[in-house]
């Protein structure tokens, strides 16, 4: 399959998720979530970058930002993602074995109601994990931050916020939206309109990520059909 690209253009949307190796916790406390807060403030001293929503789980993070240039993105992560294995390591020395199953992966977004549904999808996740009753509840989202925290490390929305933006993250998505969601999870596929998506799959050569699964048809299996 061919590899990613990884100069990640400036001024698309990038969903970016990373999850630990074999599913190990990579925050154990309150204490592991704040501090992951910290670095994510402190990394955008490192890049230009603009950070619309958040969710850190026990054993896996979300964000969704926005790199200004187009190498913004990996200087971000890669700052973040050092520095926090680190950390980590400081912290439990007793911890073998990497602490992420690999590199993030990024997914570029549609700016406009593709960036709505993914954001309601990120901020649900400790709902969906019955983690609390409303998704308001967990405090290490965007949507359950405190005020400093979201005055330090939030920036204004591309697109005006729905008034009833709590409720919406609280119902659950329709079962296309979702699917379509975990179509670009699964195959490092942009999220947009197809217009859109086929645009930026050949700005950012991802165009692989478009091919149906499975082994081309030979002609022997054309002639089966």
Known sequence: MPRTSRAAAGGIVYHVLNRGNGKMQIFRKPGDYHAFLQLLIDAKQKANIELFGFCLMPNHWHLVLRPKADHDLAAYLSWLTNTHVKRYRSHYPRTSGHLYQGRYKSF???????????????????????????????????????????????????????????????????????????????????????????KTAQQLNLQYTLNPRGRPKTKQDNARD
């Open 108 to 198: 570029p977004v549609q700016t406009d109601s593709y960036f709505l549904t993914l954001l309601r999808y990120v901020e649900a996740n400790p709902l969906r994990a019955h983690k609390v009753r409303l998704a308001g509840q967990w405090p290490f989202s965007s949507l359950g931050c405190d005020a400093k925290t979201a005055a330090t490390l939030l920036d204004p929305w591309p697109l005006k916020r729905p008034r009833n933006w709590p409720a919406l993250v609280n119902e659950t998505l329709p079962d296309p939206q979702q699917s379509r969601i975990k179509d670009s999870l699964n195959r490092s596929r942009p999220l947009g309109d197809n217009a859109w998506t086929l």
